[in-house]
């Protein structure tokens, strides 16, 4: 019954963050200023490293190696991409 209850609390805190981070992204990427949606596609960048990093960690857990490595590349790429357009646009 508590292993039931901590897991529906995770779920809760894994997925609280990524409603949040959706709706961040489609307030900056539809609304009238077009000049500002490069904040919403990194915000949508976000989303998708948040994803993949609690995908990865699932992956370690379950030990499947070829979604691990598949995770790891994505989270590394979303900083790569994230770091890169953040010193263009500041």
Do not use: C
């Amino acid at each position: 019954m508590k292993n039931e209850k901590s897991s529906k609390q995770r779920k809760i805190l894994r997925n609280a963050p990524l409603v949040i981070l959706l709706l961040i992204s489609t307030k900056y990427v539809f609304d009238k200023d077009p000049f500002n949606n490069h904040k919403g596609w990194f915000v949508m960048i976000g989303f998708y490293m948040y994803m993949g990093l609690f995908d990865l960690i699932i992956a370690i857990r379950n030990r499947n190696t070829v979604s691990m490595f598949w995770n790891s590349i994505f989270v590394v790429a979303g900083l790569g991409i994230l770091f890169l357009y953040m010193t263009e646009y500041d």
